[in-house]
Structure formats: structure tokens, C-alpha cells
């Protein structure tokens, strides 16, 4: 089993709709969950981080954590084709290992007119 | 302006060549790191740097060294590079955490 799993995607949403990124992570200890952003041949930039179980919003995007199903998700409202993009989600792991950072495989999105 | 900048942006070598890419941020940070990104396996961690003269391994560190003598720089050495380090490579830093971090443009390696 992967350490990060993330939906295989590619996902595609219409404009205006709701798009939903879900990722999976092994490491029961894992303390905190990333989700950046990287656009075809640019390099990735971090939109949302999340620390605590539950609910994080920030503008269009909302982070979700549930540790005792060891699950993070990430929900873009009102998608615009610009927010078409790959998405990774990244964990840091439990235990002393604190430099370590783990990335999924990415969910490619398109957000079509 | 705050960045992280690589060096060079694009690389063809070949077998057993040595080579150094380096990374530089203005930013002050003390966290550095490096990933390879590679189609179908995602990014993944080769070395990542705490603060000056402390550096970790990451999940591929294979045929990779580095150095954090400064806190402004941290280069990825090869020392014999192989083709199946042909390869996106990214640096990034940090404020603190690990997970909050700035990435480089990239530098892409070829090595044949």
C-alpha cells in the first residue's frame, strides 16, 4: 500500500461546479496534511494546509481532515478553469521523522467552460 | 523579491559525469529540501536540511549527496550520475515546518 494515495482522477467538473480531491495516507501518526497545487510545467505551490481534525476554509477552498479514517480532502467551490491543475496532497509523518514530507501521485483537474 | 532559485534549469550529461545543481533562497530560511519528480511516481524526497550542517535523508537518497554550509544554499551533488537519474528535480525551503514549503522553477536532468 502507498504511504499517500489520492483519487487516480483525471477529474473533470464543469465550471461553477463542485470539485472534490480526496487522499489517503498509511502512517496512523501522521501529523500534519498539505494540498498544493502545480500547474503544467511550473512548479508546485502550496494552497492549503491542516493540522486538526475537521473543516478548514480559505476563500473557494476547503481542506478536511479525519485522522480516525485517515483521510484528507480537498473541495474547490465555484471551480473556474483556471483552478484546472494538478493537485498533490502531502503528508508529514509521525514518530521523529520531522523534515520528512510525502506526496501523493496527484489528481489531475479540469474545470471545462 | 523572495525566491528559490536553481541552477541550471536544464542539464544533458552523461554517464559518470559529475555534477552539482545548486539551490539558493532569499528568504532566510532554515528548512531546505530536495525532491525528483518522475511521470507515474510523483514526487519524492531525496534529502531535506534542517538548519546548517544538519541534513537528513528522504525517501530516495540512492546515488545523492548534499550540503548545508550556509544557510542560504543547499546543492545536489551527483557524483556518477545514471540514466535512471534522468529526472525533474526540485529544491524548496521552509520558514519552520516541513510541510509549508517554497519549491525552485525546477531543473531538469538528462543522463545519458
Known amino acids: 500500500q502507498k504511504e499517500v494515495e489520492q483519487n487516480s482522477g483525471p477529474l473533470s467538473v464543469p465550471e461553477g461546479a463542485i470539485a472534490s480531491l480526496n487522499c489517503t495516507y498509511s502512517?496512523?501518526?501522521?501529523?500534519?496534511f498539505f494540498w498544493y497545487r502545480q500547474y503544467s510545467g511550473k512548479s508546485p505551490e502550496l494552497i492549503m494546509s491542516?493540522?486538526?481534525?475537521g473543516d478548514k476554509e480559505d476563500g473557494r477552498f476547503t481542506a478536511q481532515l479525519n485522522k480516525a479514517s485517515q483521510y484528507v480532502s480537498l473541495l474547490i467551490r465555484d471551480s473556474q478553469p483556471s483552478d484546472s491543475a494538478t493537485y498533490l496532497c502531502?503528508?508529514?509523518?509521525?514518530?521523529?521523522?520531522?523534515?520528512?514530507?510525502?506526496f501523493g501521485q496527484g489528481t489531475i483537474l479540469t474545470v471545462h467552460p | 523579491e523572495a525566491q528559490v532559485t536553481q541552477n541550471p534549469r536544464y542539464l544533458i550529461t552523461v554517464t559518470g559525469k559529475k555534477l552539482t545543481v545548486t539551490c539558493s533562497q532569499n528568504?532566510?530560511?532554515?528548512?531546505m529540501s530536495w525532491y525528483r519528480q518522475d511521470p507515474g511516481l510523483g514526487l519524492r524526497q531525496i534529502y531535506y536540511?534542517?538548519?546548517?550542517?544538519?541534513?537528513d535523508k528522504g525517501d530516495v537518497p540512492e546515488g545523492y549527496k548534499v550540503s548545508r554550509k550556509e544557510k542560504r544554499n543547499f546543492p545536489l551533488i551527483l557524483e556518477s550520475p545514471s540514466p535512471n537519474q534522468t529526472s525533474l528535480y526540485f529544491c524548496?525551503?521552509?520558514?519552520?515546518?516541513?510541510?509549508?514549503?517554497?519549491f525552485g522553477p525546477g531543473t531538469r536532468l538528462t543522463v545519458t
Open positions: 502531502a503528508v508529514t509523518p509521525g514518530g521523529t521523522s520531522y523534515g520528512k514530507l510525502t
Open positions: 502512517d496512523r501518526g501522521s501529523q500534519s
Open positions: 528568504m532566510n530560511h532554515e528548512y
Open positions: 536540511s534542517m538548519n546548517v550542517e544538519v541534513t
Open positions: 524548496a525551503s521552509s520558514p519552520g515546518l516541513a510541510g509549508e514549503q517554497y
Open positions: 491542516i493540522y486538526s481534525n
